[in-house]
Nanobody
């Protein structure tokens, strides 16, 4: 199973970006997909998650600014980031909890850099 993230970049404060992450490989089912981020000198932190049933949860720091969604047919998760702040600058990693073969496992994308700066 591989996760390929894309969509990062440089944006001014108040701007928007949309991250995508596509899962591929031997996938029987995905029950959770989500995003984490790691800023320089800080630990990786959870940002948002979405279940196969469509339930969503957000970290308080991004609530009402970020929106997570999926395209189940494409095994892809998106993160729409609006009203971006400099403190959102980080490497963003996608995550998926996947049934591959007979085992559930956690899989991670390679990370995509988001920089919010004027």
């Amino acid at each position: 199973v591989q996760l390929q993230a894309s969509g990062g970049g440089l944006v001014q404060p108040g701007g928007s970006l949309r991250l995508s992450c596509a899962a591929s490989g031997s996938i029987f089912s995905i029950n959770v997909m989500g995003w984490y981020r790691q800023a320089p000198g800080k630990q990786r932190e959870w940002v948002a998650r979405i279940t196969s049933g469509g339930s969503t949860n957000y970290a308080d720091s991004v609530k009402d600014r970020f929106t997570i969604s999926t395209d189940s047919a494409k095994n892809t998760v998106y993160l729409q980031m609006d009203s971006l702040k400099p403190e959102d600058t980080a490497v963003y990693y996608c995550h998926a909890h996947v049934l591959s073969g007979r085992r559930w496992g956690d899989y991670w994308g390679q990370g995509t850099q988001v920089t919010v700066s004027s």
